[in-house]
């Protein structure tokens, strides 16, 4: 069988892959430095944690579920104990594409990360619609980037990726560029930063006398409708009245620049390097 090492398995994360690798053709070594992270882990799924260079020293594919900025310290400090052609799957791209990964041409360097579930996407079942996060019941799209190593490599690497981030309905092939674009300048420099205003303004307009429940009814209503608009999901278009809001609330909500800000290469480099920092 693949042999997968899969480091960090005892967080919040790890638990989550381990949880599925468990399942798969491959055999997983588990690997979790604490004992609050191993009790997790056996309690959650029933795996005992591994000893870390008993499981590289056999890994096929070694997955670190570790933090951002402990990617490139931890992937420096076990790599030359990696057999050649060893495929090392990280889960966000921040750390390599901050320079952050260690010079090992004989390693393979793969990147895959979740792309949770699509909101405008419907469900099948109660446990799917309330899997917000991914990785239990609802489908979710993937991206992966090969970013060392043969080609050949690309399918076993993507198959692990399918596996930890089960059930997946789609994965797209991208560059390790393509993915920092991707997290954290579109999801969180933009995503993240937008639903966090759109509470603001929920409670801003709560706080003028507005029902709570009306307001987030009303909201979260309407952005159902306005995001299959706006993506082409739904053939509709937006009323005259709120074309006229949008013409003029653009001048003040957002700087004329502020895509060229965010999507500035030198811009998200400086952002992956800042995530990865002490």
């Given amino acids: ?14 638990v989550r892959l381990a949880s599925n690798l468990k399942d798969s053709r491959f055999d997983v070594d588990p690997v979790e430095i604490s004992d609050v992270g191993r009790e997790r882990l056996k309690e959650e799924t029933g795996l005992d944690a591994v000893d870390q260079d008993t499981a590289l020293a056999g ?5 670190m579920a570790v933090p951002d900025k402990l990617i490139g310290k931890i992937a420096h400090s076990f790599v030359d104990k990696l057999k050649p052609g060893t495929a090392l799957v990280v889960l966000d791209a921040a750390a390599p594409y901050a320079g952050e990964m260690p010079k090992r041409e004989d390693v393979t360097y793969f990147c895959a990360h979740p792309c949770h579930p699509h909101i405008l996407e419907a469900h099948d079942s109660i446990e799917a619609q309330k ?10 799209g993937i991206v992966c980037a090969l970013f060392q190593g043969p080609e050949e490599h690309y399918a076993l690497c993507e198959e692990v990726a399918k596996v930890i981030y089960s059930p997946v309905s789609r994965s797209h092939r991208c560059s390790l560029e393509n993915i920092a674009v991707l997290e954290p300048a579109l999801s969180e420099t933009v995503g993240a930063t937008f639903a966090l205003a759109m509470r603001e303004a929920t409670d801003r307009a709560v706080s003028m006398g ?5 307001a987030h009814d009303f909201l979260l209503g309407h952005l159902k409708i306005e995001l299959s608009i706006a993506f082409g999901i739904y053939d509709g278009r937006f009323s005259d009245g709120a074309l006229l809001a949008i013409d003029k ?3 003040v909500v957002f700087q004329p620049d502020w895509l060229d800000q965010v999507f500035n ?9 800042d995530i990865c920092a002490d």
């Fill in 131 to 140: 899997d917000y996060f991914g990785g239990v019941a609802a489908p979710q």
């Fill in 1 to 14: 069988m693949t042999k997968v090492a899969l480091l960090g398995a005892g967080g919040k994360m790890g």
């Fill in 265 to 273: 290469l030198d811009a998200i480099k400086k952002s992956v390097e």
């Fill in 59 to 63: 890994a096929d594919v070694v997955v």
């Fill in 210 to 214: 507005v029902p709570e429940a009306a």
């Fill in 249 to 251: 609330a653009k001048s």
